[in-house]
């Protein structure tokens, strides 16, 4: 008996295009901060392995990216890992945060993945004293997210046209 063994297509796990979702995020957490919002609403452009993660902030809607080049995009058959490092510039007092994250993604169909974010950040030069601020804090979540329409590339990035 002969075992045939037939990879699959790579265009039947096709990442590219516009995604959309929520994610929820585990408020009960140790590390989250106290002022942890529930979910928010993220948005995924990505052509090729370019990729671009914005957020719409909870609190008033405006559109936060948190990574349009440097990001890492590594995909195996139908699942992939976005993963990103940020950095503000230090203030006057030396104060700057850094952020790590990783959203592992997994095609559920053609239209649908779920994705699991994880997100660390460590506010260097913070007093762990100070009320309003955590010097480093974590969160963690997750949601399904919708394909929309697949726009053409824009001209000045040649990348997707997000939301």
């Known amino acids: 008996m002969l075992l045939l063994i ?16 929520t994610i929820v995020f585990d408020t009960k957490l140790p590390s989250a901060p106290p002022d942890s919002v529930k979910s ?3 948005f995924f452009s990505i052509l090729d392995g370019d990729v671009e993660v914005t957020v ?14 440097g990001c890492l995009f590594k995909q195996r058959a139908s699942n992939a890992v976005i993963a990103g490092i940020n950095r503000s510039t230090p203030g006057k007092d030396g104060v700057y945060w ?3 994250w990783t959203l592992n993604c997994a095609l559920k169909d053609a239209n649908h993945m779920l994705v699991e974010f994880t997100r660390v950040v460590r506010n260097v030069g913070l007093e762990a004293s100070d009320k309003d601020f955590q010097p480093e804090f974590a969160e963690h979540g997750e949601g399904v997210f919708e394909r929309g329409q697949v726009l053409a590339p824009s001209p000045q990035t040649d990348k997707p046209r997000g939301p």
């Open 98 to 100: 850094v952020e790590s």
């Open 56 to 69: 719409a902030e909870p609190a008033d809607g405006k559109l936060y990216t948190f990574c349009n080049s």
């Open 40 to 42: 928010a609403v993220y």
């Open 6 to 21: 037939v990879p699959a297509r790579a265009d039947s796990f096709d990442y590219n295009g516009v995604w959309k979702g």
